[in-house]
């Protein structure tokens, strides 16, 4: 059983971008976390896998706090513990081939302990991911930018992990290309049991690939449950903005007229744009359980 | 309503080493005054290559053929200083990629009132004026406060409606938006959508709409063209082609979206240097019959939409029961 809780802040000049998040991650379990451009999800992401050192707070991997651990043990937990980034183009070496970027992890970690075997790993691996294995001796920019990120991908899984943070995987492909991205990271989810933190602002995207989905907003999750639930009966103003913009942009939703961005000092950070604030909302609102499974922080319930 | 842009038979490609790359291909596309047009298609089907082409801002060795008409003059034909003045005044582009677009040295004020004065011969504290309104009606809160910033501090949604305030400071009667949303997230999208939807109720400005979010282009066009390999393959009124696909290619990729059963096109787009004699979706096409590899289909006219596929020529009548089967295939 994976279990990654989080609790913390993370301060840069007096601004949580990360602000008080608390979360578990069951294993084979996908967690969608959705929000707009810079409230803090990549932040969040690279933070669980320690890229970014946490001001505060726990990330708890298999019953170990991994905040806490030294550098060699890091290296250990790393192992089975993955990330996807967003623009493939910029996480791959331009100047080694392919093979060498998707050997590499197997090379630091010692797993399998031969070249040979990591070379077979590697063609096992493309196979995986549906691409020739001829594409080994080839440069990422001789690939498309599909074909990349199913690059990124067999790196990935080369290690077996347990775990993949997915920070927005799909959002410079195009709609058929993503299709196949997005099928293939569910298939190799499902069969081999991977839990995955899926980070995306499309919540189409989040929808299809999520068991749970986690809300964000402002440094802080506002709605999480259920994807069902969260899709078809939002409970926060800011999640029911954000599916009324997905579900049609013809029926104009009634808060975006005083959508700015614009920070509240206290209170919600949503109190600004919420057709429902009053004075209740200049105070900080936790996540309260609404129904099974289901964690929304507003005082307007 | 008067016809703005008209492009007929236009062919464009690439000399490579290889051997040439045919861009675009039999493009006929009109665009009448207060129109929006969308263009969709995936990564390298030449999207990008028609909208350059109308603003000639190809590379010099590339071979262009046909007729590109804008107000009654060929634009293909015109000097180079003749095109100069129409880019920016009378045509403009929102460029792709907000990051990379905008000068990172000069305060995103200086670039929006350099392009007011120059096309609108605006004096400095005029164009200052202007340059505030603008960004006012785009949403950009505290405009004035935002004249003074660079471009690296702000975020993305906000670059893109600049890049959109730059599009529109010379009043064109047309504006290409190259995926003016891509990468933004709800809320911006709904802004930049909303941007593009009020220009072309004021000002009568014609649109290009190239983007992959269906969803916009639903909302924003009144007509859709679908390119794949260089060819427009189907384009009609942006209800009935989203809703009542015809060709196979459209219905693969409304398919394909996450919202709906994401089913992912199989195979991949074909080699643009030696495309094949017979239809260039063959390989990957659900319909595809044994003549489609030999024959390549034509544009055919059904009742106000076009459609490039043999499965529709072989028929000379539009059959309503071809058109039923089909609506139950997508099944939307």
Not at chain 1, 47 to 62: E, H, R, Y
Not at chain 2, 43 to 48: A, D, H, N, P, V
Request: with cysteine; net charge positive.
């Amino acid at each position: 059983m994976i279990k990654t809780y989080y609790t913390g802040h993370f301060r840069k000049q007096q601004f949580n971008a990360v602000d008080g998040v608390s979360f578990s991650i069951a294993s084979g379990e996908t967690l969608g976390l959705i929000g707009e451009s810079g409230c803090g999800k990549s932040t969040l992401g690279r933070m669980l896998m320690q890229l970014i050192p946490p001001t505060s707070g726990q990330v708890i991997f298999k019953g170990q706090d991994i905040t806490r651990v030294r550098r060699n043990e890091l290296k250990q937990v790393r192992k089975s513990m993955q990330i996807v980034f967003q623009s493939p183009q910029s996480a791959l070496n331009p100047y080694i081939r392919v093979m060498d970027s998707v050997c590499e992890p197997m090379q630091v970690q010692g797993y399998p302990n031969n070249n040979k075997e990591h070379f077979q790993q590697a063609i096992k691996l493309m196979e995986t991911v549906g691409l020739d294995p001829k594409h080994l001796y080839r440069y990422p920019r001789e690939l498309s930018g599909g074909q990349i990120q199913r690059v990124a991908l067999a790196r990935v899984l080369s290690l077996q992990p347990e775990l993949i943070i997915a920070d927005e995987p799909t959002s410079m492909l195009d709609v058929s290309v993503q299709a196949h991205v997005l099928q293939l990271l569910r298939d190799i989810k499902n069969n081999q049991g991977i839990a995955c933190l899926f980070i995306s602002h499309d919540l189409d995207v989040v929808q299809c690939m999520s068991d749970r989905i986690a809300v964000m907003y402002r440094g802080q999750i506002v709605e999480l449950g259920n994807a069902e639930e969260i899709t078809r009966h939002p409970r926060h103003p800011y999640t029911q903005l954000l599916v009324d913009l997905f579900t049609s942009l013809e029926s104009k939703p009634a808060t975006i007229n005083s959508y700015k961005n614009q920070c509240s000092a206290t209170g919600c950070s949503f109190y600004p744009f919420c057709p429902r604030g009053d004075k209740d909302c200049l105070k900080q609102p936790d996540l309260r359980e609404v129904g099974a499974g289901h964690f929304v922080s507003c005082f307007k319930i | 309503m008067a016809k703005l842009l008209n492009i007929r038979n236009f062919y464009a490609s690439y000399p490579t080493r290889q051997g040439e790359v045919k861009a675009c291909k039999d493009i006929n596309l009109k665009i009448q005054k207060g129109e929006t047009i969308g263009l969709i298609g995936e990564t390298g089907c030449g999207k990008s290559t028609l909208a350059l082409s109308i603003l000639r801002l190809l590379p010099s060795n590339s071979i262009v053929s046909g007729e590109i008409i804008f107000q009654g003059q060929n634009l293909l034909q015109l000097g180079q200083e003749e095109i100069r003045k129409l880019r920016g005044s009378q045509i403009a582009l929102i460029p792709q990629s907000s990051g990379t677009c905008l000068n990172p040295v000069l305060q995103i004020g200086n670039q929006i009132k350099e392009t007011l004065q120059l096309h609108q011969k605006l004096s400095f504290s005029q164009a200052q004026q202007k340059a505030v309104t603008m960004l006012d009606h785009l949403n950009l809160p505290d405009a004035r406060k935002h004249l003074k910033y660079y471009p690296h501090q702000l975020s993305g949604g906000m670059k893109q409606r600049v890049l959109a305030a730059l599009g529109l400071a010379g009043n064109p009667a047309l504006l290409i938006a190259d995926e003016p949303t891509k990468g933004l997230d709800a809320v911006a999208r709904y802004q930049v959508a909303e941007t593009l939807r009020q220009l072309s109720h004021e000002t009568g400005a014609g649109t290009l709409l190239i983007t992959h979010d269906l969803k916009l282009a639903y909302y924003l066009c009144n007509w859709i063209a679908v390119m794949y390999a260089g060819e427009i393959i189907e384009q009609g009124p942006v209800h009935e082609v989203l809703e009542h696909p015809l060709h196979p290619y459209t219905v693969a990729l409304i398919n394909s979206l996450p919202g709906r059963k994401l089913t992912p096109i199989p195979g991949t787009s074909p080699d643009l240097l030696t495309p094949s004699t017979g239809c260039y979706f063959y390989s990957r096409c659900s319909r595809a019959e044994a003549d489609c590899n030999l024959k390549h289909p034509v544009m055919q006219e059904y009742s106000g939409r076009q459609v490039r596929c043999n499965y529709f020529a072989s028929s000379k009548e539009f059959d309503k029961n071809l058109l039923y089967r089909t609506l139950q295939e997508t099944a939307i």
